[in-house]
C-alpha cells in the first residue's frame, strides 16, 4: 500500500518539483497551500506523513503543527525550514514536529528522513483520528457517530469499536483472533463466530452491496481486511 504524504508548501514552483518527484518514489501525494487547508485536511483526513513549510501564508507551519498535535493527530511530521530560521529547529519540535530539514535540501535527503520518520512510526501509521471518511461513510470517531450518504447510523457500542479499530488498523490482515482480544478484550477464547456476526452486521449498514464487500473483505483462512 503506498503511503499517504500530506505535502504542504505555498511555493507553486516547489510544490510541483515536489509532488512529482515524491509520487515517482510511490508516494500517494496530497497537497495544500496555505495553513487552514494543512489543519483541515491532516485532522480530517489518514495521512502516513506530512510534509511541513514553516512559511505559510494564514497560520505558519508551528501553528500547523501545533493545533494537529493538540487534536490528537498522530502522523509524524518533517518540517521545512529556511536557512536563517536558527531558533526553528527546537519550537518545531517542541511544537510536535518529530524532524526538520533546512531550506534550500537535496531531495535525497528529504527521501531518506521520510523514510527513516516511516520506520519510527507505529504499525499502520498509528494516526489517532478525528474524522474518516470511505465510500460515501462518515465517521466522527471522537462522537462515536457515523453517517451514510449523509443519513446518522446505528451502531452498537461494540460495533463502532470494531469499525474503529478495522480503520485504525486499515490494510492489515486482521485474525479472528486479534479482533476478539482487542475489540473484545477476550483472553481466553470464546467462539470466533462473534467476530463474523458483528461483521457480518457492520457490512450491512456500511456496504453499498453487503454481499460483495469492498470495504471490509474477507481474506480466506487469515481473518478480515478493511480497505476502505
Ligand atoms: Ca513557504
Not at 501525494?29 to 495553513?35: F, H, L, P, R
Not at 508551528?62 to 518533517?78: D, S
Not at 523514510?115 to 465510500?135: C, I, M, T
Not at 481474506?219 to 478493511?226: A, I
Amino acid at each position: 500500500m503506498p503511503y499517504r504524504l500530506l505535502l504542504v508548501e505555498d511555493e507553486p514552483g516547489l510544490l510541483l518539483t515536489l509532488s512529482d518527484r515524491l509520487a515517482a518514489e510511490g508516494y500517494m501525494v496530497e497537497t495544500a497551500s496555505d495553513g487552514q487547508t494543512a489543519i483541515d485536511r491532516g485532522s480530517g483526513e489518514p495521512f502516513d506523513i506530512i510534509v511541513l513549510d514553516v512559511m505559510l501564508p494564514g497560520k505558519d507551519g508551528f501553528e500547523v503543527a501545533r493545533v494537529l498535535r493538540q487534536q490528537g493527530v498522530a502522523t509524524p511530521i518533517l518540517m521545512l525550514t529556511a536557512r536563517t530560521q536558527v531558533v526553528d529547529r527546537v519550537v518545531g519540535l517542541k511544537l510536535g514536529a518529530d524532524d526538520y530539514l533546512t531550506k534550500p535540501f537535496d531531495t535525497m535527503e528529504l527521501l531518506a528522513r521520510l523514510e527513516a520518520l516511516l520506520r519510527r512510526a507505529p504499525a499502520a501509521s498509528g494516526v489517532s483520528l478525528e474524522r474518516y471518511q470511505f465510500g460515501d461513510v462518515q465517521v466522527d470517531v471522537r462522537r462515536a457517530e457515523v453517517h451514510k450518504d449523509g443519513t446518522a447510523l446505528e451502531l452498537s457500542a461494540k460495533e463502532f469499536q470494531l469499525l474503529r479499530y478495522f480503520i485504525e488498523h486499515r490494510g492489515t490482515t486482521l485474525s479472528r483472533e486479534q479482533l476478539l482480544q482487542d475489540v473484545w478484550g477476550y483472553t481466553a477464547m470464546p467462539s470466533t463466530r462473534t467476530v463474523d456476526v458483528h461483521v457480518a452486521w457492520l457490512r450491512q449498514k456500511l456496504e453499498p452491496n453487503p454481499r460483495v464487500p469492498q470495504f471490509i473483505l474477507t481474506v480466506h483462512g487469515m481473518g478480515y481486511k478493511f480497505a476502505g
